[in-house]
Nanobody
Framework: QVQLVESGGGLVQTGGSLRLSCAAS????????MGWFRQVLGKEREFVAQ????????NYGDSVKGRFTISKDNALNTVYLQMNSLKPEDTAVYYC???????????WGQGTQVTVSS
């Protein structure tokens, strides 16, 4: 089992920045990758970014490329999402996820709200 706790959401103006954090606990020694997703009420959950736990390889959703950066601190079992040049369409609940086997996103955090005002 892995437990994930997100923090860092809030209200920011267009063009501003926020940094989200996700602290993992439990079977973190088995971690394969961690990632961020976001969801707007009534819409499907959208992939934002992921990072592999050992190699640090990253991937981003098209809508955030060049603006968001995912990073990790293995010693703290924490993954970060630095969000710059925020737009109103970035408003969503952001979820942290973990995958232990390279198969599926099995573990999810409770979500943190990000609101970008125009």
């Amino acid at each position: 089992q892995v437990q994930l706790v997100e923090s860092g959401g809030g209200l920011v103006q267009t063009g501003g920045s926020l940094r989200l954090s996700c602290a993992a606990s439990g079977r973190t020694f088995s971690m394969y990758r961690m990632g961020w997703f976001r969801q707007v009420l009534g819409k499907e959950r959208e992939f934002v970014a992921q990072i592999t736990w050992r190699g640090g390889s990253t991937n981003y959703g098209d809508s955030v490329k060049g603006r968001f950066t995912i990073s990790k601190d293995n010693a703290l079992n924490t993954v970060y999402l630095q969000m710059n040049s925020l737009k109103p369409e970035d408003t969503a609940v952001y979820y942290c996820a973990a995958d232990l086997s390279g198969g599926s996103w099995r573990y999810w955090g409770q979500g943190t709200q990000v609101t970008v005002s125009s």
